[in-house]
């Protein structure tokens, strides 16, 4: 493909969290983006409606195809359809406490849809060179054994999410090996964000501090606050993601900052910096803490900055801050809203 050629890229997930800053990162580098969406009796394209108003592009480069990554069919009439330069596959039940409760399609979407993926580009392939992304992940660390956890360390998977994403891995691994397929794993650790979805531990802290600071909300339940998490912004890593379709072979990367604290830190850094007492309003609740537990993760990203020149920008209490400032907007959008009452 010429250097100077329009590139196109598929999504999967796009209208998640990593997808909606991926999309918006390709639409920059001028491709033209195709996205994954499942069909909802409610509209869930908030997170990239923004996209379709950017006054600094000009003409349709972003298009949205319904469809389901457990619909492999689907899935391949889709890519060849398209014929994507690039497969970044984001999708999948990514919440690790809903899959205790929900193991089958917990699998069937997160490590079935990433085969499904695969094996639709592994079609096109005959027609035309395609890269595929797969989103792994930390949690395939599990009950870690050596920290911090580098490419090389072993999985211990601790929860049916990360039973998935431990097949979709070596999937993806298969592909790159039996079919000469350019296909990569990106094993990130916690990346955070605004975007994020609000039953995840980091953006349920920065919503009830928001709205404890407003008097809308009385307090916080929270499970285990002494698991150590390395927390980066997702904006810096889907960076990365498309670094690594970028790079001359097909690898795996560890995408992570280096550094780990608790959840108890975080939630600190949030109620300080609304010059709020932590103590006085966050309570343990039985309910939220795992069968399983991953008590720490702690990731070395040597790898990516060596051969990727990728490394995270932004810290832990810079990511706070931004996701307080968001979320203290939406909080008081809602005390307004209150006040005018019904």
Not at 16 to 35: F, I, R
Not at 127 to 152: D, W
Not at 218 to 239: I, S, T
Request: proline share 4%; glycine share 8%; net charge negative.
């Amino acid at each position: 493909m010429a250097e100077d050629s329009v590139k196109t890229a598929l999504i999967t997930g796009i209208t998640g969290q990593d997808g909606s800053y991926l999309a918006e990162l390709l639409l920059q580098k001028g491709y033209v983006v195709h996205g994954l969406v499942r069909r909802s009796s409610s509209f869930t394209t908030g997170r990239i409606d923004h996209l379709y108003s950017d006054p600094h592009r000009s003409g349709t480069s972003l298009f949205l195809h319904y469809g389901d990554l457990t619909d492999g069919q689907c899935l391949t009439n889709l890519v060849c359809e398209i014929e994507p330069d690039e497969i970044y596959n984001l999708g999948a039940q990514s919440h690790v406490r809903v899959s205790f409760d929900q193991p089958a399609y917990t699998f069937q979407a997160t490590g079935g849809g990433a085969l499904n993926i695969l094996e639709a580009a592994r079609v096109l392939l005959a027609r035309k060179p395609v890269r595929v992304y797969q989103a792994s992940s930390s949690e395939m660390y599990g009950e870690v054994l050596e920290t911090p956890q580098t490419e090389r360390t072993p999985f211990s998977p601790q929860s049916p999410y990360a039973c998935a994403k431990v097949f979709a891995f070596h999937q993806t691994v298969n592909y790159r090996k039996s079919y000469d397929m350019f296909a990569v794993n990106g094993i990130l650790f916690n990346h955070e964000s605004p975007r994020r979805g609000e039953t995840f531990v980091t953006r349920k802290i920065t919503r009830a501090a928001t709205r404890i600071k407003l008097g809308l909300q009385d307090r916080l339940y929270l499970g285990n606050l002494d698991a150590k998490r390395d927390w980066g912004f997702a904006g810096d890593y889907v960076e990365g993601m498309w670094r690594m379709l970028q790079h001359d072979e097909p690898d795996d990367f560890v995408l992570a900052t280096g550094r780990t604290e608790t959840v108890r830190r975080f939630v600190e850094l949030v109620f300080g910096q609304l010059d709020l007492d932590a103590e006085e309003f966050v309570s343990i609740d039985p309910r939220y803490f795992r069968p399983a537990e991953v008590d720490l993760l702690l990731g070395d990203p040597a790898k990516a900055k060596e051969k990727l020149g990728w490394e995270a920008t932004t810290n832990l209490e810079g990511l706070a801050a931004m996701m307080v400032e968001h979320d203290l907007a939406l909080a008081q959008q809602e005390a307004l809203i209150a006040a005018q009452g019904p």
